[in-house]
């Protein structure tokens, strides 16, 4: 994948409990199969408790590639 939009993220993050964790996401995208551009982007939130998906979008901001 040559960029990861926030939408693409998402995809991965289907099912998602929230609140949830910086790395409950990110466990929760790795089980779903999410590519190495998905993780990264990912690996990049800060370490806070996402309340919404909409949440962990606006995190992501610019940070996705």
Same mark, same amino acid.
Request: proline letters at 5%; zero cysteines; a negative charge.
């Given at each position: 994948?040559?960029?990861?939009?926030?939408? $693409?993220?998402?995809? *991965?993050?289907?099912?998602?409990? *929230?609140?949830?964790?910086?790395?409950?996401?990110?466990?929760?995208?790795?089980?779903?199969?999410? $590519?190495? $551009?998905?993780?990264?982007?990912?690996?990049?939130?800060?370490? $806070?408790?996402?309340?919404?998906?909409?949440?962990?979008?606006?995190?992501?901001?610019?940070?996705?590639?």
């Amino acid at each position: 994948m040559a960029r990861a939009t926030a939408v $693409d993220v998402q995809k *991965y993050l289907k099912g998602v409990t *929230y609140p949830a964790s910086k790395n409950d996401i990110l466990r929760k995208a790795e089980k779903a199969g999410a $590519d190495v $551009d998905i993780r990264e982007a990912l690996e990049n939130l800060p370490d $806070d408790e996402f309340e919404t998906p909409a949440q962990v979008s606006k995190a992501l901001g610019g940070k996705t590639h």
